[in-house]
């Protein structure tokens, strides 16, 4: 069991090991899938991966997560392996996305999505708070892939962010990521009733 303050995790120099950057990027994306959505004191499984490589291939487990109220720990579990944890001091943090205000949600489409398109969109570094909960607040599909619950405005919003993110992209790999996403997002929103 990893217990961890979400402090010793944040600011951390740009000359850090990469393997305490990349939990530290782990435990943010936890806190905030954790506070996406409205779930409180219930368990469900999000769509993010688990980071644990036994035998030099990637676990195929996603991340079950149960947020109660602060300042009881945001509880984590990967769904096939050992690999579980707390993190405390979460509230209020970079990561925390609990919402502020009510909002008025219309229809919800469910879009499925494939697990490099959920991994492209986890990386946007443009979303507003509204799109960073929709990405976080992603399901694990069955045994592979996403599931996305967005309204028209959200997905149209979403697909905004995706291409000009693709559009500001110099690195070439990244865009083609991006344009994949744009794509699967676009068929979505083109074949929603
Ligand atoms: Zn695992």
Redesign the pocket.
Known sequence: MLVSDLNHFLDLPDDVPAPAGRLAQHFGNIVRAATAGDRVGDRWTSALP?R?RPAHRP?P?RIAIVRCDPPTPIQWR?S??A?EGVISNWEDSPYDLRRRRLTAVGTVNEVIIADEVAAALRELLLLDPDCERLVFSMRAYRNGGAVLHASNDDLEELIEFVAAEANHESNRRRQRRLDVAFDALNTAAQTRW
């Open positions: 688990c644990r676990c487990g990967c096939v392996c690999d």
